[in-house]
């Protein structure tokens, strides 16, 4: 089967996401994307053909510029006599424009729904920044209307898709590669990792609090490896840090293999993010034999299983301190068997092939 797949991701997981399950598909694939999209690499592996826009000017002007792209783009698959078009999420728009623009039978992987648009207590803007994000969450919506089917990561995102979009959805869960992300039983030492960009909704700012309430003589230090974030962010993370007496070290944009490092030093690796709709840093940690802290909300409860891979706590900074400590106190690698099980039951070829059957409904 012919798939034109879709994309204009930012660096994180989802990107990942998209590599990973190209590498392995059965289809015949071709990419279109906008210089500048994550993940593209993995196309290689694929023997995928490219197809590749100018990168959208910037600033106020980008969205009007992607949009036109995204015309171009659905033009081109449907002269293209594609069975199905994949879309997968875009960084400014959430669900790509390509999928009402298009009159290909289409498969939206929804990441997640555009938080800034329509959860409450996101990291909403005031004045024209929310009215745009208004403008978008309509647009945003009825490009997942326009969608033939919809696919997600986790049975915690098909819910939040069937309450903010009325669309039911296929689960097709990610993996974790064994390989890229090895087993290390050595001993680890007294620090805290985590992974994510920098704003506000990743919670970092109440492990740090956390950690700052750990005996001072014994404190770990705290490594945070991002792809992506603002300066104020950073400038409000150090500040925090600093108020704290927490030792803050930030790794941006680092290798893979630099990644994998960080997680087999750390005695425990942090996943505070609430309402997080995944959550693939909790399964590359635990393939790489670290324990997870997580907040018992969101994906994560799909991935973590409290006592054994890690532990699932509520998320106030009193329940991330007593699980900081006590990982930090007594550091420890997870078993391999444990770690073994888990990966699995965590595959990218199972992935893959989900998001290939979920092509082939589509396009019928």
């Known amino acids: ?151 997600v990561n986790s049975v915690f995102t098909a819910e939040a898709v069937r309450a903010v979009y009325g669309r039911e959805a296929t689960v097709c869960r990610p993996g974790v590669d064994p390989v890229a992300f090895p087993y290390a039983g050595a001993p680890r030492k007294p620090s805290v990792l985590l992974v994510g960009g920098l704003e506000r909704s990743k919670n970092h700012d109440s492990v740090i609090d956390a950690v700052g309430r750990l005996d001072a003589r014994s404190r770990p230090d705290v490594h945070l490896v991002h792809n992506r974030g603002s300066h104020a962010d950073e400038c409000r993370l150090r500040a925090r840090a600093a108020q704290h007496g927490v030792r803050l070290h930030l790794h941006a944009g680092i290798s893979d293999g630099d990644l994998v490092q960080q997680y087999q030093d750390a005695a425990v690796t942090v996943c505070a993010a609430v309402l997080e709709p995944f959550g693939l840093t909790a399964l590359e940690s635990i393939a790489c034999g670290t324990p997870v802290l997580a907040v018992n909300r969101g994906g994560f409860r799909e991935v973590v299983e409290d006592g054994s891979t890690g532990r699932l706590v509520e998320p106030t900074v009193d329940a991330l301190v007593r699980g900081i400590r006590d990982y930090v106190e007594h550091p420890t690698a997870l078993a391999l068997a444990t770690r073994d099980a888990v990966v699995a039951r965590w595959s990218w070829e199972e992935c893959a092939d989900a998001v290939d059957r979920a092509c082939e409904d589509a396009a019928r």
């Open 1 to 151: 089967m012919r798939v034109a797949l879709y994309h204009h991701l930012g660096p994180g997981g989802a990107a990942r996401f998209v590599g990973e399950t190209v590498r392995r598909s059965r289809h015949d694939i071709t990419w279109f994307h906008v210089d500048g999209a994550e993940g593209i690499d993995a196309a290689d592996d694929n023997g995928g053909e490219h197809r590749r826009y100018r990168r959208p000017r910037g600033g106020r002007v980008a969205a009007a510029d992607l949009a036109a792209i995204e015309r171009r783009v659905a033009n081109d698959v449907d002269r293209g006599g594609f069975d199905v078009l994949l879309a997968h999420p875009c960084r400014i728009f959430q669900a790509p424009g390509v999928l009402r623009a298009s009159r290909t039978p289409s498969l939206y992987y929804a990441h997640e729904p555009r938080r800034r648009s329509f959860e409450a207590g996101y990291e909403h803007g005031s004045g024209l920044r929310r009215v745009y994000d208004q403008v978008l969450g309509r647009r945003d919506r009825a490009a997942v209307a326009a969608a033939s089917r919809v696919a």
